[in-house]
């Protein structure tokens, strides 16, 4: 990375900082740029997996049927669900929040009883 | 979202779509509370007293005017009501644009079937609010929607983009909005198409997954497209993925 290169900044896991600046420190080059040439090293790990599957997609497109073309498209539907819940997990009022609302509701006689 | 205009105010598999949002009914008030199937496609239940007032009232308000409350989930779900006895819960989940019927039953004060304890109990053993197979059922009724949209949209999005000038925008599939840019490299004898998407409704790229931008990709012309970090004539915005491809003269579809 050169010096004239512009950068942006991204959140990444604590540990992963770590590490990258150590390795980055060990290697006398910044963490930045290590980070950098790791993404690069994925691409190109992951480029003939995604040639792969646009192969899949102009197959099903060729041969096959919507319905096929549907299931690719939904293969990662259960993985997808799974992070769905765990965000409305996370939405979840805290009880102080709720306390506070639900008294709100009670006055103003819109409370639904057991 | 996934919503095209042509759908609005029909049901589509387990779903009836509306303009900002769809509403649903979860697996197990299917089952157990309409003596439905699990699986039951929404146009099967649209005769039911409460699935009538479902989409009267939530067409076009998320939510009612009562919260049934306290509920140990922690989670707002909504009275629906239908006549003197027939009430339901709603459940809006709005990142995913979807509001859920998620119970049903007859209100009778102090009977021990009352609507409402049994509300309460479903929430107590976690099975008031939507799963993830519920979820993972809107997930594959979406990608059908997107699907079948673009498979016809895209090649007509792709004739548009050859006889414009610049860049060609649109909405694929009701879910992805798309810039179109084709450029002649007439020292090769080849076209380049690059394509940049984003979701249609705004909001972050994440509710647009990488099989979709490649059911994309491959619907407007199959062949080995590859990202690329800008467009023809301009910056990538913060939600935007781009991809190019570049084919020799001839091979355009």
Redesign the interface.
């Given at each position: 990375m050169s010096a004239t290169t512009s950068t942006r900044v991204v959140r990444v896991p604590e540990e992963t900082h770590n590490e990258a600046t150590q390795v980055a420190a060990l290697r006398q080059v910044q963490a930045g740029e290590l980070l950098a040439e790791a993404w690069r090293e994925y691409?190109e790990n992951h480029r003939k997996e995604?040639?792969a599957?646009?192969e899949q997609?102009?197959k099903l497109?060729?041969d096959g049927t919507?319905?096929q073309?549907?299931e690719?498209?939904?293969?990662?539907?259960?993985a997808?669900?799974?992070k769905?819940?765990e965000?409305?997990n996370s939405?979840?009022?805290?009880?102080d929040a709720?306390a506070e609302k639900?008294a709100t509701?009670e006055d103003s006689k819109?409370?639904?009883?057991? | 979202m996934d919503r095209p205009t042509s759908l609005i105010g029909k049901t589509a598999g387990g779903a009836y779509i509306c303009t900002d949002w769809e509403l649903r009914v979860t697996a197990r008030c299917l089952d157990e509370d309409l003596n439905a199937s699990e699986n039951a496609d929404f146009d099967t239940i649209l005769g039911l007293e409460i699935v009538k007032a479902f989409v009267k009232d939530r067409a076009t308000q998320p939510t009612g005017s009562k919260r049934i409350n306290p509920l140990s989930s922690g989670q707002e779900v909504w009275r629906l009501g239908y006549g003197h006895d027939h009430r339901g819960a709603t459940f809006y989940d709005e990142d995913e644009a979807v509001i859920w019927l998620t119970a049903y039953g007859r209100h009778r004060s102090g009977a021990s079937d009352d609507f409402f304890p049994y509300c309460k109990q479903l929430d107590a053993e976690s099975r008031l609010l939507p799963t993830q197979q519920d979820i993972a059922r809107m997930y594959r009724d979406r990608d059908r929607r997107f699907v079948n949209a673009v498979t016809i949209e895209a090649p007509l999005a792709l004739k548009a983009a050859r006889e414009t000038e610049g860049e060609y925008c649109c909405t694929i599939g009701g879910e992805l909005g798309a810039g179109l840019a084709i450029e002649v490299i007439e020292e090769l004898e080849a076209t380049s198409i690059t394509v940049a998407f984003r979701p249609a409704a705004g909001g972050p790229l994440t509710t647009v997954t990488m099989e979709q931008g490649q059911v994309l990709l491959q619907s407007l012309t199959c062949g080995k497209w590859g990202m690329i970090g800008r467009m023809p004539s301009r910056d990538l915005e913060p939600d935007e993925v781009a991809f190019t491809i570049t084919l020799v003269a001839g091979e355009v579809a």
């Open positions: 691409m995604f040639a599957d646009l997609v102009a497109l060729r919507l319905e073309l549907a690719f498209t939904s293969r990662n539907a259960d997808r669900a799974a769905a819940i965000r409305l939405k979840r009022r805290s009880p709720r639900d509701s819109e409370r639904i009883h057991a | -």
